[in-house]
């Protein structure tokens, strides 16, 4: 991955920061886009398309780990945290948000653009983001625009349903146990709660499978979880 080719998106409200950063990335060949707030960073990810994010988390309309976790759920492009905020706790939640490394203001240039290369090194080795598109079957899930659609016709999801959905694509040929889907979907404290899975399961299947009694995709693994298959 060539600096000269790298789009980079610089989350910052306030100006003068956005700025210097926006200076410094380009004077080392990089290719920079701007948002100052939450929203317009969401819109710019998906319209712009860049391969990294260099992201505040004080932001006007909301904080950056909002960001961080609306972006994993389809993409794995590096996230770089750039924040007056130095406390453990901070870190911790942005970190187990999604994040790949934090940054705490006030930084130096040596430091930021090192940071900079070394996830970029690490995301070319682990083959970078995740395609936005998933399609099987009938269905087309893009994941950047939160949509799904079976032959050509919009599908509503609720929010736990897409959820799940997004886990389960994410995981695509692996077999994913019970705790492993409650976990990610539920949260820790829904780990024994397998009957929500079967339900939801039984929902995706209703909405989504050619022949719900004979799933093609959504797969049980008997005893132990569920399966994505394409």
Do not use: C
């Amino acid at each position: 991955m060539s600096e000269h080719q790298t789009g980079i998106l610089v989350v910052e409200d306030e100006q003068e920061i956005r700025r210097f950063i926006r200076q410094t990335l380009e004077r080392a060949g990089y290719r920079v886009f701007e948002a100052a707030t939450l929203r317009q960073a969401l819109d710019d990810v998906v319209a712009r398309r860049p391969e990294f994010v260099v992201l505040d988390l004080g932001l006007p309309d909301g904080d950056g780990t909002d960001f961080v976790r609306a972006v994993r759920d389809w993409s794995r492009m590096p996230v770089l945290i750039l924040s007056a905020r130095s406390d453990e706790a901070n870190k911790i939640t942005a970190l187990d948000a999604g994040a790949d490394d934090y940054l705490t203001k006030p930084f130096s240039v040596g430091e930021l653009l090192a940071r900079v290369r070394a996830l970029l090194r690490r995301a070319e080795a682990g083959s970078g983001a995740g395609a936005a598109q998933v399609r099987f079957g009938e269905v087309e899930v893009d994941l950047a625009r939160r949509t799904v659609t079976r032959g050509g016709e919009a599908v509503h999801l609720t929010a736990l349903e897409y959820r799940l959905l997004v886990v389960l694509l994410a995981n695509a040929g692996k077999v994913m146990t019970h705790r492993q889907l409650l976990r990610e979907v539920w949260g820790a404290a829904y780990v024994d709660s397998t009957h929500y899975l079967r339900i939801y399961v039984g929902h995706l299947r209703q909405k989504l499978e050619a022949d719900p009694t004979q799933p093609a995709h959504l797969r049980t693994e008997i005893g132990v979880g569920y399966r994505f298959q394409l």
